[in-house]
């Protein structure tokens, strides 16, 4: 048997659930999943669920998580002879990006012929292809292939789940990739979908390499570099932080897809990249989360050696993708 916990909440509040949840400090923490059930009226709603009843303490936590339910009383019910992973699946539609299909197990038998699929659930790390910023990055990414580009060396910074580091090898298969995120369970995670998505793990071509890492702080990270592509799909705050640090990383005339910012927030991202000599070349996403594609400029001339990646503080904030 397990249970389930239902409380209203704003988009708002949907959206922050993924961003450092205190539920995260909890020995067995309920699998969350948080939904539009009423896109005209835009009424979200957050369901937890979890094997065990729940005590007043966990109903506590998860109203904390979503202030706007203050006065609802939480909707506990017994799920009787039910697979709480599956059920936390069902709200999860697909995605398609591009030629990408992203899809939960509950799609596995429905995917369009002709798309490149990846079979990714809901687990601890973040970056599912829900979430406009990843949706916006795989469609980037399909640009950036039908326009001839071909990465020799890609790094994605903060992977979460591992699905842009998937896509980019399955656009440049003799690539070498590497992946890396703050939080060492988004790097078990992606070692997992790995395995389920056929994508191999290794330091060569054609081989995903997983680092945990700050930013780019990492001896494997900055032994590969300059990257031809690099991809951040992370926050504002941080793609600021590292805007010296994802320069240093990226060759002269190569690409950096930036994407985990809110509209409002392109301009400061945007000037912060402008300084370290890149130019904005497309931007995509939506109008609330927008995807950037940068380019870094090619320089002529002598120019004096550009100073080693700095170290990162994980304070700045978390480095993990949507």
């Known amino acids: 048997m397990s249970w389930l ?106 995917v369009p012929p002709g798309t490149t699929p990846f079979l990714i659930d809901a687990s601890q790390a973040f970056g599912t292809g829900g979430h406009d910023t990843t949706a916006g990055c795989l469609a980037m990414l399909d640009r950036l292939k039908r326009k001839g580009i071909a990465p020799r060396d890609i790094a994605d910074i903060g992977t979460g789940t591992g699905l842009l580091a998937f896509a980019a090898m399955a656009l440049w298969p003799a690539a070498r990739t590497i992946a890396s995120d703050i939080d060492p369970a988004s790097i078990f995670v992606t070692r997992d979908n790995a395995a389920i998505n056929h994508v191999p793990l290794g330091r060569g071509s054609g081989a995903l390499t997983l680092e945990v890492a700050p ?29 010296p640090d994802i320069a240093v990383a990226t060759a002269p005339g190569g690409h950096a897809i930036l994407a985990g910012l809110i509209a409002r927030q392109m301009e400061p991202v945007l000037a912060a990249y402008r300084a370290q000599g890149f130019r904005l070349a497309a931007r995509g996403g939506s109008s609330e989360w927008p995807c950037l594609l940068l380019v870094k400029r090619r320089r002529y001339g002598w120019r004096r050696k550009e100073r080693a990646f700095h170290r990162a503080d994980p304070a700045d904030a978390s480095f993990g993708s949507w």
Not at 79 to 106: C, I, K, M, N
Not at 229 to 241: E, F, Q, R, Y
């Open 215 to 243: 930013g780019t702080d990492h001896p494997a990270i900055r032994h590969r570099a300059p990257y031809d592509l690099v991809i951040a799909n992370i926050l504002a705050g941080p793609l600021i932080t590292l805007a």
């Open 5 to 110: 916990i239902s409380l209203p909440c704003t988009r708002a509040e949907a959206e922050a659930v993924s961003d450092g949840s205190p539920l995260d400090a909890l020995a067995e923490p309920p699998v969350v999943v948080t939904r539009e059930i009423d896109e005209d009226a835009g009424l979200w709603q957050l369901d937890a669920y979890m094997d065990d009843k729940p005590g007043a303490a966990l109903l506590s936590l998860l109203q904390s998580l979503v202030p706007s339910a203050k006065g609802h009383k939480p909707i506990v019910e017994q799920l009787v002879e039910q697979d709480w992973v599956t059920l936390s699946q069902q709200g999860l539609e697909p995605v398609q990006a591009g030629r990408f299909f992203v899809h939960t197990s509950s799609y596995a038998d429905r």
